[in-house]
Structures are given as C-alpha cells and as structure tokens.
C-alpha cells in the first residue's frame, strides 16, 4: 500500500493511530519501513550479519578496529560503516566488555540526531514526535532508565566528552524512555530475535491483543500486513506482547512498558486462561521456573544438557500437564530446538507434532508464528519421510504464511520449494 493510503490521526483514548484511508483485504502488505536504527542483539554476535541481519555462521568479515562487528560482504560493511563509524571506537574503547542492546541502540539513536539526517522512516512521524510515557512510567523503572543512561555516558565518553554540549534535542535519559516502549524485536524469517530497532512511523500503531495486522521482518525491513478485512477509516492495531501469555501477564507487561491497561474483551473475559494454565499447579510451575532458565545454548554439549533437563521435566510431568498448558507447550518447543540442533529428527518430529494442536488454539487466524511452527513441523515430517502428513502441514503453513508474510517473503519462497519437492516425491511413490 502507498503510504497515502495510511494516515495519523486521534485515536480516542490512545492519542495518536494509524488508519486505511481505503478497504483492505487480508494480507496486504500495507507498509514496508526501513529502521531509523537499530542493532543485532548481543546473543546473535558473530553468527548474524550487521547490516542485511541475514544468519551466515562462516566467513563473516570482522572489523579491523572494533573486532566486533561482523558483515556477510564487503557490501554490507560499507553501508554500514555510517552507522558503525561512531560507535566503533565507543565498542573498542570499553572492551573486554560489551553494552547492552538498548545502550548501543541508544548510542546509534545519538549519532544518527548529531548527523541531522533525513530518514524514511520517519515519513509519518518523527523521532522527536515519539511519546516517552515518563509521567506515567513507575519510579523503578526511571531508576532503571537513569542507570541506562549513566551507563550510556560512560559508552560514548570517546566521542562525546561532555554531554552538556549536545543540543538540548538529545537528552539521553529521554531517548531511554522513548527507546522503552516505541522499538521492535527484529526477528528472522522464522520469528527468531535477531536485533533491536526503532521504526518511528510504525509506532503510531496501537495495541490490541486481538489486532487485524501483524508485522514480520525481511533483514531489518520492517513488512506491516493486515490479517483480516480492514473498512476505511478503521484503525490499524498489532499486538505488543505475546498472546501467548495469560491475561494477567498480558497486563503486567503492557502497563510496565507501555503505561496502559487493556480493555479488550479477550481481557475483559480472560480468554483461554483456564487452557493456558490447565493441570496440576505444583507441576506447571516447576516447567514454568524452567523455562525460565533456559539460555540460548552456544554447544552441542550445552544441548545435550537442555534436552535431558526438557525429557525429564516433561515425563515427570506426563498426566499432570496438558500439552496446551503454555509452559508444557515452551518446554516442547524447546526440546524440540533441542533435537533440532542435535540432528534428532524423529524425536524433534514427535516434540513438534505434539505443539501443533496447542498453537491452532492458542493462535487462531493467520499469525506469523503458527505458520512458521506450521512449516518447521512439516519440514521434519519431510525429511522422515513422512510424504502426507508432511504435505498436508505445508499446506496449512502455506495458507496462513501467503496472508501473514506476502508471496514475496524469502521464507515463502523456501517454503514454496519444501512444498513442490514433497508434491514430487509423492508422485513418485
């Protein structure tokens, strides 16, 4: 959609929105935006490109200043030597240690204000427009934010000596608060987080848990596609947490980032939260203190460790929990990752099998991340030589990834070829 056809306008009760000034179908792609700035996440360092945030674990060309930021190409390192130049020296200077996302993000955002360059993203809405909440936001979190930004100062004392002489635009406890609840998790064409970014004409869409858009990535390119039919002059909405959550979570994050409560029906009647914490609470609370200590293993070792931790947690808790309980459905996915990484494919199968029912439930429609776990599933399935089954999972994946990722999505592309080489195979058998 030309970006003509979307306009700002008052959203009663919200402040500013985003809505068609045309009838949309669902699956759409109604916007696509560049960041203003944004970073890899310090989890994906050294795996994931800088610039494009394509995955290449081999042969990625290292800084030879900073040795910290790794491009795919020579192409990638040179446009992005605008945005690394500054905080080059910032990264070298505080070495052996690193800044948090948010700080480097923060350090870009300054630099980038400094330059006083136009960027398109703005083209609805400026980084100076963005709301910071800080009247409303608890004095833990500007506790937070202020320690953020010391640490900021510290970051940035090779370029910036004296913070006093900025203009009085960039004051960084302000680009802190308006960092906390106006960016996006960057993720992979799988829904994985890769990088954090700040898109300013994007943030005047409002929450709704139950929302008639969704936003996927291609590299750092932000794609907004409508899920359901859209009447003219209705607002466009995404959801800023994950459905996934119970209710009570739901709203403990959005008034702890956004400084807002939600008064959806889904809110109102506490949908699904009888399933979502269905079972023996004793049982679905140690999986949930588990879940919760799961860190993104780096070895096949580490692994092996997590797999072993998810098999006992999930046979311990076998006739206690229902597989729809949302923390049994993490510790699937997790083992199932786990599998992944291991090279177990029949057990992987079993574990994603087992979650497909779950996320019909608990993501019904088109979402992003059924369709993905869709095409995963099918994709083991697949390559255990599973032909119908398999088929039959890529279709469904297919129906939803055409609404929630457009044709044109490099994933669909991938998901295209599975799906055409399994139609081959069950021809030929």
């Given amino acids: 959609m030309e970006p003509a056809a979307l306009e700002r306008f008052h959203s009663p009760g919200k402040g500013n929105g985003l809505r068609s000034r045309r009838r949309v179908r669902p699956g759409e792609l109604l916007y696509r935006d560049v960041p203003f700035a944004y970073v890899l996440t310090k989890q994906q360092l050294g795996s994931v490109c800088e610039r494009c945030l394509r995955s290449r674990n081999e042969n990625l060309h290292r800084c030879s200043q900073c040795k910290v930021a790794k491009y795919c190409g020579r192409s990638c390192q040179k446009e992005a030597w605008l945005d690394h130049k500054q905080e080059c020296g910032c990264l070298k200077s505080i070495e052996p ?78 680009i802190f608060t308006k960092v906390t609840c106006n960016c996006f998790t960057i993720s992979n064409g799988e829904m994985q987080d890769v990088g954090v970014g700040l898109y300013p004409s994007m943030s005047l869409l409002n929450h709704s848990c139950d929302p008639n858009c969704v936003i996927v990535f291609e590299g750092n390119q932000l794609l907004l596609h409508s899920v359901r039919e859209i009447q003219i002059g209705e607002e466009l909405t995404i959801s800023y947490v994950e459905s996934l959550m119970p209710t009570r979570e739901r709203q403990k994050q959005l008034v702890r980032q956004y400084c807002f409560e939600c008064d959806c029906l889904l809110c109102q009647n506490q949908e699904k939260d009888a399933e979502k914490l269905a079972g023996e609470d004793h049982a679905w609370k140690a999986v949930k203190d588990a879940v919760n200590e799961v860190r993104y293993p780096k070895s096949k070792e580490e692994w092996k460790h997590v797999l072993a931790r998810c098999q006992n947690l999930l046979s311990s808790s076998e006739g206690h929990l229902p597989d729809t309980n949302i923390y049994q459905l993490k510790m699937l996915d997790c083992a199932m990752d ?36 869709l095409m995963r599933v099918g994709k083991l399935q697949y390559s255990q030589g599973m032909f119908p089954q398999a088929l039959e999972t890529l279709k469904q994946a297919y129906n939803i990834m055409k609404v929630t990722h457009g044709t044109d999505h490099s994933l669909m592309k991938v998901l295209m070829e599975i799906k055409e080489e399994c139609e081959a195979m069950m021809r030929i058998q």
Avoid at 127 to 135: H, I, P, V
Avoid at 353 to 366: A, H, K, Q
Wanted: charged fraction near 25%; glycine fraction near 4%; include cysteine.
């Fill in 97 to 174: 240690n690193f800044p948090p996302d948010s700080v480097r993000l923060a350090g870009r955002i300054v630099f980038k204000l400094l330059r006083q360059s136009v960027c398109p993203s703005e083209r609805l809405y400026s980084f100076s427009d963005l709301q910071s909440n800080t009247e409303r936001l608890s004095e833990e979190m500007k506790d937070g934010l202020r320690q953020l930004a010391q640490t900021l100062q510290l970051y940035l004392k090779t370029e910036i000596q004296d913070e006093s002489q900025l203009p009085p635009a960039i004051d960084f406890f302000q």
């Fill in 338 to 373: 786990a599998c992944i990484n291991l090279e177990s494919w029949e057990e992987a199968s079993y574990y994603g099998s087992r979650t497909l029912e779950p996320y019909r439930l608990y993501y019904p429609g088109f979402h992003p991340l059924r369709a993905v776990q």
